[in-house]
């Protein structure tokens, strides 16, 4: 069956210490990969996403994923978080025409 | 520009019960519409998605139904609420062919 695996249930960081959270995905095929956040209080919003071409990938707020397709993954990262960065954090993926399917979700809790 | 809206934000609702959840999307014409629910742990998990008035695949079988009875509204609905239903409850719209999903802010369902 399809599914989307988040590694990291709950990461605690300090301000200015950089994230890496992870993602893979078990898929046959062609995949649209795609990274949502949703901030305390706040509806789900698209953080970046991934079609085709450069595999790295550049979203808002200084976040960056790398869609590697050898190891079916593609991890979130950003050099120096934020106390604003404190979120949850979704990774899914879809296929051409099919319904977005989401990982279990990582709260990220940053501390000034 | 497109809007998406989903009422009511929070709801108390006895075992039991019935339950009725609405989402309208404007702006748009013939949307894929979508109803997640985020447990606690568990992640975004689709319900149902819809590509057409009257048109309902479900995805997970339960005590929850959906329908659509206008191009642009998602009603999420259930005959006798269990505890097992609380949750987040988010829907989710897109332009057919597209790949990027646009989400509601959400219902907090809880069932006493």
């Known amino acids: 069956a399809q599914s989307v695996s988040q590694h990291n249930h709950h990461v605690i960081l300090s301000e200015a210490a950089s994230l890496e959270l992870g993602c893979n995905y078990s898929y046959g095929g062609t995949v649209n990969l795609f990274w949502y956040v949703q901030y305390p209080g706040q509806h789900l919003q698209l953080l970046l996403k991934?079609?085709?071409?450069?595999?790295l990938v550049k979203g808002i707020k200084g976040f960056e994923a790398e869609f590697i397709k050898s190891k079916f993954s593609f991890n979130l990262r950003k050099p120096s978080v934020q106390w604003s960065d404190t979120a949850e954090y979704f990774c899914?993926?879809?296929?051409?025409?099919?319904?977005?399917?989401f990982g279990k979700g990582t709260t990220l809790s940053v501390s000034s | 520009s497109q809007t998406i809206h989903q009422w009511p934000a929070t709801l108390v609702q006895p075992v039991g019960s019935p339950l009725s959840l609405e989402c309208t999307v404007e702006g748009t014409s013939n949307p894929n519409l979508y109803w997640y629910r985020q447990a606690a742990g568990r992640g975004l998990q689709l319900l149902f998605y819809?590509?057409?008035?009257?048109?309902i695949s479900s995805e997970v079988p339960q005590n929850l139904s959906a329908s659509r009875p206008q191009d642009r509204q998602f009603i999420l609905s259930s005959k006798k609420l269990l505890l097992s239903d609380s949750g987040f409850y988010l829907c989710?719209?897109?332009?057919?062919?597209?790949?990027?999903?646009?989400f509601g802010q959400g219902t907090r369902l809880t069932v006493v």
């Open positions: 899914a993926v879809n296929q051409a025409g099919t319904a977005l399917i």
């Open positions: 989710a719209w897109r332009t057919q062919g597209a790949t990027e999903a646009f």
């Open positions: 819809s590509v057409g008035i009257g048109q």
């Open positions: 991934y079609f085709s071409g450069d595999p």
